[in-house]
Every structure is written in structure tokens, then in C-alpha cells.
């Protein structure tokens, strides 16, 4: 089993900055692709951004030019940088990272940008 630990939400105002990280442990031997998916209240969940086991990048349209997705294979950690914060970009923060055919999500964490 691996487990998924997101960190760094918070509350911020708009243009500002936030950075997430969600660190892997448990039975580790290669983690794929690992990715950031968001769920606002009443919103179906999005991708948000996503990263190669070689560090191909994407990015949802909404976000692209303010995030960056990046990883640490040695500390198994996907991070993601988000900037000039919009309110639309409050929601719930998840992690999701692929290994071995199988898929484990973080408990999520909480991004809510004020007005």
C-alpha cells in the first residue's frame, strides 16, 4: 500500500501565491505519473496538473502560466506551485500517483483564495 500525504493549503487573498507537496511512502518501488486534481463544492473534480515519471508536464487551461507541477523521485514528492491565485481556484487539493497499475489518492487539502 502507499500512502499519500498532501501539505500547504491554506488561506490566501487573490494574487497571491500558495505551494502544495504531497509526499509517497509505504510499498514504494516506481511511481509513474503523479498528479494534482481539485474539487471545488458542487464541482465535478478537474485535473489540475499532472507529471511523468520523466517529468513531462501538463496542465489544465485554467491554470497554465500561474501553476507548476514539479518531482522529487529520491524524496517521492510531487509539488505544486500556484500562482497569482484566483477564487476560482478555491477547493480541495488532491494527489493521485500511479504505481504498478494501481492508483492512490491523498486525503486532500483545503486552497481557499479571498477576494
Known amino acids: 500500500q502507499v500512502q499519500l500525504v498532501e501539505s500547504g493549503g491554506g488561506l490566501v487573498q487573490a494574487g497571491g501565491s500558495l505551494g502544495l507537496s504531497c509526499a509517497a511512502s509505504?510499498?514504494?518501488?516506481?511511481?509513474?505519473?503523479m498528479v494534482w486534481y481539485r474539487q471545488a463544492p458542487g464541482k465535478q473534480r478537474e485535473l489540475v496538473a499532472s507529471i511523468s515519471s520523466a517529468g513531462s508536464t501538463n496542465y489544465a487551461d485554467s491554470v497554465k502560466g500561474r501553476f507548476t507541477i514539479s518531482r522529487d523521485n529520491a524524496r517521492n514528492t510531487v509539488y505544486l506551485q500556484m500562482n497569482r491565485l484566483k477564487p476560482e481556484d478555491t477547493a480541495v487539493y488532491f494527489c493521485n500517483a500511479a504505481q504498478g497499475f494501481r492508483y492512490y489518492w491523498g486525503q486532500g487539502t483545503q486552497v481557499t483564495v479571498s477576494s
Open positions: 509505504g510499498r514504494i518501488f516506481s511511481i509513474d505519473s
